[in-house]
């Protein structure tokens, strides 16, 4: 099983490259839109639709599950600043949950009496992921291109590609590679707790173990607005040929609050299993979409936990 956490953390200070705007105004100038994101983002619904794919060894759709849900970043009531997604499931390949044995109120209710920060949030993420059999994935959402944190920027080198047209705008594409061991990119740590992190538990062939294994990838961040478009994110073993673990795709919609919102989040994780036999061969295991309607702004907490309220139909 492969678990993956992201937590928060923001700020970070650019490195200087000439490209008509250089690197390091980009990047400062995408930072205080990557905060308004955060900031923003607490207050937002949407409906999620979950698709987990998995494939036998010819590449062959091996079976599907569609997880439908109200999607809401929460926010402690003990601690605001700690927040969470949550997931209310509504429907697994398309009939409704059956389960009514508690309302909403009742479940924030519950989890309010925790009494600390730490149980509160573990059972929102048990709540969220108790139909999630093949994979936990948790935090995707909450934040926005975090290798550009000013905490990450000394394990990383950053080179600007130029300009390209994407979804009809004009975007800087800037490409980043992880030089050497972070303490802010933790592979199979026991100890998750570092708030400033990226997680990933992974499961690695025993020839693999002893590989750095090292993040990379590109932002696509919009020339005018300096908003984050797309994200493409690798996980990847480092060999004389590095071996490609894990692809993440980032993809962000207009929102009417001023900045943009995730339209889809797409994860897929490579199979080892013939590893030893042919070091170079890496096939799609696993592949899980996340894809969001338009995000509403609601003030009232636990209403988006019932089936008939979301906001396509408010």
């Given at each position: 099983m492969f678990k993956f956490a992201v937590f928060s953390f923001i700020f970070f200070f650019g490195a200087s490259f000439s490209f008509?705007?250089?690197?390091?105004?980009?990047?400062?100038?995408?930072?205080?839109?990557?905060?308004?994101?955060?900031?923003?983002?607490k207050d937002l619904i949407s409906k999620e639709t979950k698709t987990f794919e998995t494939y036998k060894q010819n590449g062959e759709l091996n079976k599907r599950q569609i997880i439908e849900s109200n999607f809401l970043v929460y926010q402690s009531a003990l601690d605001t600043s700690a927040v969470s997604e949550f997931r209310n499931v509504t429907r697994i390949d398309g009939k409704p949950i059956?389960?009514?044995?508690?309302?909403?109120?009742?479940?924030?209710?519950?989890?309010?009496?925790?009494?600390?920060v730490e149980k509160e949030l573990e059972r929102i993420r048990r709540e969220s992921l108790r139909y999630d059999k093949t994979l936990e994935i948790q935090g995707l959402t909450l934040l926005q291109s975090?290798?550009?944190?000013?905490?990450?920027?000394?394990?990383?080198?950053?080179?600007?590609?130029?300009?390209?047209?994407?979804?009809?705008?004009?975007v800087y594409v800037i490409s980043y590679t992880q030089t050497k061991k972070s303490p802010y990119v933790l592979i199979n740590e026991k100890d998750k707790t570092n708030e400033l992190s990226l997680s990933f538990d992974i499961n690695l062939p025993g020839s693999l173990k002893k590989s750095d294994v090292f993040l990379s990838g590109k932002l696509w961040i919009d020339a005018n607005t300096f908003q984050l478009r797309r994200e493409e994110r690798n996980l990847s073993a480092q060999r004389e040929n590095p071996i490609l673990l894990m692809k993440t795709d980032f993809e962000y919609q207009p929102s009417e609050y001023g900045f943009l919102v995730p339209k889809q989040i797409t994860l897929v994780q490579f199979n080892m299993k013939n590893y030893k036999k042919n070091p170079s061969a890496t096939v799609k295991d696993?592949?899980?979409?996340f894809d969001y309607s338009a995000f509403t702004k609601t003030n009232v907490e636990v209403e988006v936990l019932d089936e008939e309220e979301t906001p396509q139909n408010k």
């Amino acid at each position: 099983m492969f678990k993956f956490a992201v937590f928060s953390f923001i700020f970070f200070f650019g490195a200087s490259f000439s490209f008509g705007q250089d690197l390091e105004a980009i990047l400062k100038n995408a930072d205080a839109q990557t905060v308004v994101y955060t900031e923003g983002f607490k207050d937002l619904i949407s409906k999620e639709t979950k698709t987990f794919e998995t494939y036998k060894q010819n590449g062959e759709l091996n079976k599907r599950q569609i997880i439908e849900s109200n999607f809401l970043v929460y926010q402690s009531a003990l601690d605001t600043s700690a927040v969470s997604e949550f997931r209310n499931v509504t429907r697994i390949d398309g009939k409704p949950i059956s389960e009514k044995s508690r309302t909403p109120d009742e479940f924030f209710s519950q989890i309010q009496k925790t009494g600390s920060v730490e149980k509160e949030l573990e059972r929102i993420r048990r709540e969220s992921l108790r139909y999630d059999k093949t994979l936990e994935i948790q935090g995707l959402t909450l934040l926005q291109s975090p290798v550009t944190a000013k905490h990450f920027r000394p394990f990383f080198e950053y080179q600007l590609l130029g300009k390209e047209a994407f979804a009809g705008r004009e975007v800087y594409v800037i490409s980043y590679t992880q030089t050497k061991k972070s303490p802010y990119v933790l592979i199979n740590e026991k100890d998750k707790t570092n708030e400033l992190s990226l997680s990933f538990d992974i499961n690695l062939p025993g020839s693999l173990k002893k590989s750095d294994v090292f993040l990379s990838g590109k932002l696509w961040i919009d020339a005018n607005t300096f908003q984050l478009r797309r994200e493409e994110r690798n996980l990847s073993a480092q060999r004389e040929n590095p071996i490609l673990l894990m692809k993440t795709d980032f993809e962000y919609q207009p929102s009417e609050y001023g900045f943009l919102v995730p339209k889809q989040i797409t994860l897929v994780q490579f199979n080892m299993k013939n590893y030893k036999k042919n070091p170079s061969a890496t096939v799609k295991d696993l592949q899980v979409s996340f894809d969001y309607s338009a995000f509403t702004k609601t003030n009232v907490e636990v209403e988006v936990l019932d089936e008939e309220e979301t906001p396509q139909n408010k």
